[in-house]
């Protein structure tokens, strides 16, 4: 950030509200980035047990 955009931002009578809305989208970005990360590790988590499901199909096949 460029010191002249905060001592623009400091001088400011909106200081704290250019400040809470930055700091609301840096939350959004990091909520976002969470939720992404939730849905990679939960399709990646099916897949690990769609394939448990299937060795244990065939395993069970095998001592039949």
Request: proline letters at 2%; charged letters at 20%; a positive charge.
């Amino acid at each position: 950030m460029n010191p002249s955009w905060v001592n623009y931002i400091v001088a400011s009578k909106e200081a704290a509200l250019v400040l809470s809305l930055l700091f609301n989208a840096l939350l959004c970005g990091a909520v976002r980035h969470l939720w992404k990360s939730r849905e990679a590790l939960q399709e990646r988590v099916t897949g690990m047990l769609s394939e448990l499901v299937t060795e244990l199909a065939k395993l069970t096949r095998r001592n039949e």
